[in-house]
């Protein structure tokens, strides 16, 4: 079946500093790929939908200068979290979508925690 | 707007019991709807997907659903539940060709007890 992979699984980081987060599809192309924040025990906040080619939509609240998004090609999508803060750790998942009609695939989330 | 509901935000069963966990949409096309299941500090497995034909959808690890279109629902069943099926599981529809749009569910946290 369709594989998402997403890197890295957890990262600790600095208070200032910035973290990438990669997000591959490894067996088909993806259109689409969304980027989630899930808080505990909470569902998933859909952050932001990239398509590849094109500047990613940011859904309201959602910082598009803190959060950039980048899906450059059809198998890679990143969100790099600038100037991180304490209240930016949390679980990121991403996920993505091939062709019409094909559902959504999920990366294993990546934990950040910012000290 | 489209928007998924979870009534049950936590269900405990035995194991070996069988399970049935909620779910109802609103849409105002034809939905397209999952279940996905989602282990501690992991992220969504795909159980099964709905769009049309055969009402009752067989997926993986002995789950199923039925969509019943007159009470907007897409329940999913288990006919024994494992300890390994502890999990959160979320509910959701999209639209077959908009790649851009799906709603999730706030989750139904399932505990299993010996």
């Known amino acids: 079946g369709a594989v998402v992979s997403q890197h890295p699984s957890r990262v600790i980081c600095k208070s200032g500093t910035s973290v990438k987060i990669e997000c591959r599809s490894l067996?088909?192309?993806?259109?689409?790929m969304f980027w989630y924040r899930q808080f505990p025990k909470k569902s998933l906040m859909l952050m932001a939908t990239?398509?590849?080619?094109?500047?990613?939509?940011?859904e309201q609240g959602v910082e598009k200068d803190k959060f950039l998004i980048n899906h450059a090609s059809l198998t890679l999508s990143t969100l790099t979290v600038t100037s991180a803060h304490p209240e930016d750790s949390s679980f990121y998942i991403c996920?993505?979508?091939?062709?019409?009609?094909?559902?959504?695939?999920f990366g294993n989330g990546t934990r950040l925690t910012v000290t | 707007a489209q928007s998924v509901t979870q009534p049950d935000i936590h269900i405990t069963v035995s194991e070996g019991a069988s399970l049935e966990l909620r779910c109802n949409y609103s849409?105002?096309?034809?939905?397209?709807l999952f279940w996905y299941v989602q282990s501690p500090g992991q992220g969504l497995q795909l159980l099964l997907k709905?769009?049309?034909?055969?009402?009752l959808v067989q997926g993986i690890k002995g789950f199923e659903a039925e969509f019943k279109r007159s009470q907007s629902s897409f329940n999913l069943r288990k006919p024994s539940v494992h300890w390994s099926d502890a999990a959160e599981y979320f509910c959701a529809v999209g639209e077959w060709d908009n790649n851009n749009d799906m709603r999730f569910g706030a989750g139904t946290r399932l505990t299993v007890k010996p």
């Open positions: 996920s993505a979508r091939g062709h019409r009609g094909s559902p959504l695939h």
């Open positions: 709905y769009f049309s034909g055969d009402t």
């Open positions: 990239s398509n590849e080619g094109s500047k990613a939509t940011y």
């Open positions: 067996d088909f192309q993806a259109t689409t």
């Open positions: 849409y105002g096309a034809t939905p397209y």
